[in-house]
Protein backbone atom coordinates (compact mmCIF):
# COMPACT_ATOMS: atom_id res chain seq x y z
CA UNK A 1 0.00 0.00 0.00
CA UNK A 2 1.45 3.11 -0.90
CA UNK A 3 1.94 5.98 1.69
CA UNK A 4 -0.38 8.10 0.59
CA UNK A 5 -3.06 5.49 0.32
CA UNK A 6 -2.01 4.46 4.31
CA UNK A 7 -2.49 8.12 5.26
CA UNK A 8 -6.02 8.38 4.01
CA UNK A 9 -7.00 5.12 5.30
CA UNK A 10 -5.27 6.29 8.77
CA UNK A 11 -7.73 9.92 8.30
CA UNK A 12 -10.34 7.78 7.48
CA UNK A 13 -10.49 5.62 10.35
CA UNK A 14 -9.38 8.64 12.82
CA UNK A 15 -12.60 10.28 11.59
CA UNK A 16 -14.75 7.40 13.15
CA UNK A 17 -13.27 8.07 16.16
CA UNK A 18 -13.43 12.12 15.75
CA UNK A 19 -17.06 11.91 15.34
CA UNK A 20 -17.78 10.23 18.55
CA UNK A 21 -15.99 12.00 20.90
CA UNK A 22 -16.21 15.71 18.73
CA UNK A 23 -12.96 15.88 18.07
CA UNK A 24 -11.40 18.37 15.12
CA UNK A 25 -7.76 17.32 15.98
CA UNK A 26 -5.71 15.72 13.04
CA UNK A 27 -5.01 12.00 13.75
CA UNK A 28 -1.61 10.88 15.36
CA UNK A 29 1.27 10.46 12.64
CA UNK A 30 -0.47 12.75 10.04
CA UNK A 31 2.20 15.88 8.74
CA UNK A 32 0.12 18.51 10.37
CA UNK A 33 1.87 18.92 13.97
CA UNK A 34 -1.17 19.50 16.20
CA UNK A 35 -1.67 18.25 19.51
CA UNK A 36 -4.27 15.52 19.70
CA UNK A 37 -6.63 16.21 22.00
CA UNK A 38 -10.63 15.95 22.41
CA UNK A 39 -12.87 18.74 22.01
CA UNK A 40 -15.70 18.93 24.68
CA UNK A 41 -18.82 17.02 23.70
CA UNK A 42 -21.53 19.86 23.10
CA UNK A 43 -24.84 17.60 22.15
CA UNK A 44 -28.48 18.62 22.72
CA UNK A 45 -30.04 17.28 26.13
CA UNK A 46 -31.86 14.05 25.52
CA UNK A 47 -36.35 15.08 25.33
CA UNK A 48 -37.00 12.78 28.00
CA UNK A 49 -35.03 11.87 31.16
CA UNK A 50 -32.79 8.64 31.03
CA UNK A 51 -34.09 5.71 33.13
CA UNK A 52 -33.16 4.94 36.65
CA UNK A 53 -31.18 2.11 35.62
CA UNK A 54 -29.64 3.47 32.45
CA UNK A 55 -28.04 6.23 34.69
CA UNK A 56 -27.19 3.50 37.44
CA UNK A 57 -25.51 1.42 34.86
CA UNK A 58 -23.75 4.58 33.23
CA UNK A 59 -22.42 5.55 36.38
CA UNK A 60 -21.08 2.09 37.23
CA UNK A 61 -19.20 2.28 33.75
CA UNK A 62 -18.10 5.70 34.73
CA UNK A 63 -16.72 4.76 38.17
CA UNK A 64 -14.62 1.44 36.45
CA UNK A 65 -13.30 3.76 33.61
CA UNK A 66 -12.32 7.12 35.13
CA UNK A 67 -10.54 4.86 38.29
CA UNK A 68 -8.44 3.39 35.61
CA UNK A 69 -7.60 6.11 33.87
CA UNK A 70 -6.84 8.38 37.42
CA UNK A 71 -4.44 5.14 38.14
CA UNK A 72 -2.84 4.89 34.51
CA UNK A 73 -2.18 9.13 35.09
CA UNK A 74 -0.55 8.37 38.27
CA UNK A 75 1.80 6.36 36.27
CA UNK A 76 2.70 8.08 32.98
CA UNK A 77 2.11 11.68 33.20
CA UNK A 78 4.91 13.98 32.23
CA UNK A 79 5.41 17.12 34.18
CA UNK A 80 4.10 19.02 31.28
CA UNK A 81 1.17 17.63 31.98
CA UNK A 82 1.09 17.71 35.51
CA UNK A 83 1.32 21.75 34.85
CA UNK A 84 -1.64 21.95 32.59
CA UNK A 85 -3.90 19.24 34.72
CA UNK A 86 -2.76 22.13 37.19
CA UNK A 87 -3.54 24.91 35.22
CA UNK A 88 -7.50 23.42 34.61
CA UNK A 89 -7.66 23.26 38.10
CA UNK A 90 -7.55 27.35 38.55
CA UNK A 91 -10.07 27.30 36.03
CA UNK A 92 -12.07 24.85 37.76
CA UNK A 93 -11.83 27.57 40.50
CA UNK A 94 -12.71 30.52 38.64
CA UNK A 95 -16.29 28.48 37.28
CA UNK A 96 -16.91 27.22 41.43
CA UNK A 97 -20.32 28.98 40.79
CA UNK A 98 -21.42 28.01 37.65
CA UNK A 99 -22.75 24.92 36.87
CA UNK A 100 -22.44 24.90 33.29
CA UNK A 101 -18.87 26.94 33.18
CA UNK A 102 -17.67 24.50 35.82
CA UNK A 103 -18.80 21.15 34.01
CA UNK A 104 -17.06 22.46 30.88
CA UNK A 105 -14.10 23.04 32.73
CA UNK A 106 -14.19 19.60 34.81
CA UNK A 107 -14.48 17.67 31.41
CA UNK A 108 -11.10 19.41 30.00
CA UNK A 109 -9.87 18.28 33.22
CA UNK A 110 -10.46 14.88 32.78
CA UNK A 111 -9.77 15.19 29.67
CA UNK A 112 -6.50 16.02 29.86
CA UNK A 113 -6.39 13.39 32.50
CA UNK A 114 -6.91 10.90 29.81
CA UNK A 115 -4.41 11.84 27.57
CA UNK A 116 -1.98 11.84 30.76
CA UNK A 117 -3.37 7.86 30.74
CA UNK A 118 -1.53 7.43 27.49
CA UNK A 119 -4.75 5.61 25.49
CA UNK A 120 -6.95 7.91 22.99
CA UNK A 121 -9.47 5.67 22.91
CA UNK A 122 -9.74 5.59 26.55
CA UNK A 123 -10.09 9.75 26.16
CA UNK A 124 -12.87 8.84 23.68
CA UNK A 125 -15.05 6.36 25.70
CA UNK A 126 -14.78 8.93 28.87
CA UNK A 127 -16.00 11.62 26.46
CA UNK A 128 -19.36 9.45 25.92
CA UNK A 129 -20.31 8.30 28.77
CA UNK A 130 -20.30 11.98 30.30
CA UNK A 131 -22.04 13.24 27.42
CA UNK A 132 -24.79 10.80 28.18
CA UNK A 133 -24.70 12.19 31.47
CA UNK A 134 -24.24 15.95 30.96
CA UNK A 135 -27.76 16.39 32.01
CA UNK A 136 -27.84 15.32 35.64
CA UNK A 137 -24.47 15.93 36.03
CA UNK A 138 -25.13 19.93 35.81
CA UNK A 139 -28.83 19.68 37.63
CA UNK A 140 -26.27 17.72 40.64
CA UNK A 141 -23.60 20.97 40.82
CA UNK A 142 -26.91 23.25 40.75
CA UNK A 143 -28.36 20.93 44.07
CA UNK A 144 -24.53 21.35 45.27
CA UNK A 145 -24.14 25.10 44.79
CA UNK A 146 -26.98 25.62 46.82
CA UNK A 147 -26.77 23.24 49.28
CA UNK A 148 -22.91 24.62 49.64
CA UNK A 149 -23.03 27.88 48.30
CA UNK A 150 -20.26 27.04 45.69
CA UNK A 151 -17.99 24.02 44.38
CA UNK A 152 -14.67 24.75 45.78
CA UNK A 153 -14.86 21.11 47.69
CA UNK A 154 -14.68 19.64 44.47
CA UNK A 155 -12.33 22.19 43.44
CA UNK A 156 -10.21 21.28 46.10
CA UNK A 157 -10.74 17.66 45.68
CA UNK A 158 -9.57 17.76 41.82
CA UNK A 159 -5.95 19.47 43.28
CA UNK A 160 -5.75 17.02 45.67
CA UNK A 161 -6.10 14.67 42.82
CA UNK A 162 -3.22 16.10 40.82
CA UNK A 163 -0.93 16.05 44.00
CA UNK A 164 -1.10 12.51 43.81
CA UNK A 165 -0.49 11.89 40.23
CA UNK A 166 2.61 14.63 40.60
CA UNK A 167 3.90 12.29 43.25
CA UNK A 168 3.18 9.04 40.81
CA UNK A 169 0.99 7.40 43.48
CA UNK A 170 -1.11 5.25 41.71
CA UNK A 171 -3.12 4.11 44.89
CA UNK A 172 -4.34 7.96 46.44
CA UNK A 173 -5.13 8.99 42.76
CA UNK A 174 -7.79 5.96 42.74
CA UNK A 175 -8.86 6.66 46.42
CA UNK A 176 -9.37 10.90 45.85
CA UNK A 177 -11.08 10.38 42.73
CA UNK A 178 -13.51 7.70 44.09
CA UNK A 179 -14.58 9.88 46.77
CA UNK A 180 -15.55 12.59 43.99
CA UNK A 181 -17.33 10.43 41.72
CA UNK A 182 -18.92 9.13 45.17
CA UNK A 183 -20.44 12.52 45.81
CA UNK A 184 -20.95 13.72 42.15
CA UNK A 185 -23.39 10.57 41.59
CA UNK A 186 -25.04 10.18 45.40
CA UNK A 187 -26.74 14.28 44.24
CA UNK A 188 -27.34 12.45 40.64
CA UNK A 189 -29.01 9.35 42.00
CA UNK A 190 -30.67 11.97 44.87
CA UNK A 191 -32.60 13.63 42.06
CA UNK A 192 -34.06 10.55 40.82
CA UNK A 193 -35.33 9.58 44.03
CA UNK A 194 -37.23 13.41 44.21
CA UNK A 195 -38.33 13.53 41.02
CA UNK A 196 -41.64 12.26 40.10
CA UNK A 197 -42.51 10.78 36.90
CA UNK A 198 -39.01 9.69 36.27
CA UNK A 199 -39.20 6.70 33.77
CA UNK A 200 -38.14 3.11 35.61
CA UNK A 201 -39.23 4.50 38.93
CA UNK A 202 -41.38 2.42 41.12
CA UNK A 203 -44.92 3.49 40.61
CA UNK A 204 -44.47 5.69 36.91
CA UNK A 205 -43.11 2.95 34.80
Request: glycine share 4%; with cysteine; net charge neutral.
Amino acid sequence: MSTTRKGRTRAKNWSAVCWSTGSSRMPPGSSTKARWEVSPVRRPAPALPLERKAIEELIEAREVLELQIAAMAARRASAAQVAELRRHVERLQAAASSPEEFLDADLEFHVVLAEAAGNRYLVAAMTEIRSLLKQDMELAAETAIRRFGDLRLSVESHRQLVDAIARHDADVAREILAGMMSRNHEFVLGLYALAPGVPGEAGNT
